[in-house]
């Protein structure tokens, strides 16, 4: 940690209380934080996972498209990294869903959280009889309340701040329709968070801990290409925007992500297989899969291989408060350091206790 931060250390009892505010998440999550990394496709993998989970938050593979044996050998990877709790992220929509959630039983994962739509209830229950809990995403308040009869033992509510495939709605909305009226499990707020000042405001309104992702792209133990990682330095709030849908007949899924050669093309790509489909060169569905199939590998070019003018830059609109690399254990203790400084400097507290 720089001297800068080190030497405004916040006070012990501001650090207290921030561990107070935290402490049902993080016995939740069994970390010293109650700070999930969000699961990134080609970011969040053993490295960054480990990385975390060793610096107190907690970190979470994204499974993606992986198949199960290739899951597996990410799971062993990285418990070879790490002593530490971490959780593994399955997309709901993967053709294999039951085959990953066993694959994460027998590797005896203790949190397995599903993305991406609402988990089937046989999945749902798999994971809990093997032992693991169960983590959800809930985009609105009845989903919410049903996720939890459905037995999600934690939700995340994700803000359309967030990069990659988003909601409609703003997590500031999203935590005022909910937090207020789910007590029974633990819930983690996602989408924007950058600053432990935001991390603290959303405790205070009833959250167990946050989510972020963005945030920790540039950590030091990120695979991410270093011409990815500088896009992200670079980047601005206003550069992560929403993909653009030029036609309704043609659903295009929101993706947040910054703006870049392969997303002004995106939309000259749309518009050139709309014209064909109105001339009669494509049926409707050959129209759509071939929107649909633009961005295939696109993530994977641009991390891994470092096109940052090709590929998908997915980033949040936190991006802009991400300056610099840092080790991922400076980046959490500076996000506690920053929540518990915020506390320590409201006048009228009592200070010490």
């Known amino acids: 940690m720089d001297a800068a931060i080190q030497a405004s250390a916040p ?13 049902r998440g993080a016995a939740f999550l069994g970390a010293r934080y109650a700070l999930l990394g969000g699961a990134m496709s080609w970011v969040s993998e053993r490295n960054l996972v480990a990385a ?14 992986m198949e199960p044996p290739r899951l ?9 990294l ?7 992220n399955l997309i709901t929509m993967h053709p294999r869903l039951d085959q990953l959630v066993q694959v994460c039983l027998e590797a005896k994962v203790g949190h397995i959280v599903f993305a991406g739509g609402i988990p089937p209830g046989t999945a749902i229950k ?49 935590a005022q329709e909910i937090l207020p009226h789910i007590r029974d499990v633990p819930i983690f707020v996602a989408g924007g968070i950058g600053r432990g000042e935001a991390i603290l405001s959303y405790l205070e309104m009833g959250a167990a801990g946050a989510q972020l992702g963005t945030r920790f792209v540039c950590a030091v133990e990120s695979i991410a290409h270093a011409k990815f990682k500088q896009a992200f ?12 849908q030029l036609d309704e007949r043609f659903p295009v899924i929101p993706v947040r992500a910054l703006q870049n050669a392969g997303t002004r093309r995106f939309l000259d790509h749309q518009a050139e297989v709309i014209r064909r489909f109105r001339e009669g060169e494509l049926t409707k569905d050959e129209a759509q899969l071939d929107i649909e199939h633009f961005w295939a590998g696109a993530l994977r070019r641009a991390v891994i291989d470092g096109d940052v ?14 300056t610099r690399e840092q080790p991922a254990a400076e980046i959490v203790q500076e996000l506690i350091w920053q929540a518990a400084s915020a506390l320590a400097s409201r006048p009228g507290l009592p200070r010490g206790g």
């Open 11 to 23: 006070p012990d009892w501001a650090l207290g209380a921030i561990d107070g505010l935290m402490a």
């Open 52 to 65: 975390l989970s060793n610096a107190g938050a907690f970190g979470v593979i994204a499974c993606g498209a």
């Open 72 to 80: 597996a050998e990410e799971i062993a990877a990285t418990q070879a």
């Open 82 to 88: 790490t002593t530490r709790p971490f959780g593994v």
């Open 126 to 174: 798999a994971a809990k009889d093997g032992g693991a809990k169960v983590i959800c995403f809930a985009p609105a308040l009845a989903l919410a309340k049903k996720l939890v009869r459905s037995g999600a033992d934690a939700l995340v509510i994700e803000g359309s701040e967030a990069g990659g495939h988003i909601g409609p709605v703003s997590l500031n909305v999203l």
């Open 233 to 244: 330095i670079r980047g601005a709030a206003r550069d992560a925007m929403p993909s653009v």
């Open 309 to 322: 003018e090709n590929g998908s830059l997915m980033a949040g609109q936190s991006v802009g408060m991400v």
